[in-house]
Nanobody
Framework: QVQLVESGGGLVQAGGSLRLSCAAS????????LGWFRQAPGKQRELVAT???????NYADSVKGRFTVSRDNAKNTVYLQMNSLKPEDTAVYYC??????????WGQGTQVTVSS
């Protein structure tokens, strides 16, 4: 079993920054993709950014140039640095891990609220 624990959410003004962290534990294999998804009220969960164990990244168009995903493989931790935050970034942010068999694991979510 895999556990993902997020931290770092909160309330910030538009234009501000936040850094999310997600620590993975349990039955973790070296080859996996870690990432962040978000879900705003009344909307579907959407991809924000992912990073493979090899370091390849993928971003949603809406966050390119503002958000940076990174990982520390030794700590099994993924980070999301969010800069120039906008009110439309307000959502619950979920950490995700997909293993080599394409099985998904999710964190409990952390609220990010950006005030205008």
């Amino acid at each position: 079993q895999v556990q993902l624990v997020e931290s770092g959410g909160g309330l910030v003004q538009a234009g501000g920054s936040l850094r999310l962290s997600c620590a993975a534990s349990g039955s973790i294999f070296s080859i996996n993709t870690l990432g962040w998804f978000r879900q705003a009220p009344g909307k579907q969960r959407e991809l924000v950014a992912t990073i493979t164990s090899g370091g390849s990244t993928n971003y949603a168009d809406s966050v390119k140039g503002r958000f940076t995903v990174s990982r520390d493989n030794a700590k099994n931790t993924v980070y999301l640095q969010m800069n120039s935050l906008k009110p439309e970034d307000t959502a619950v942010y979920y950490c995700n891990m997909r293993n080599r068999w394409r099985v998904d694991y999710w964190g409990q979510g952390t609220q990010v609220t950006v005030s205008s």
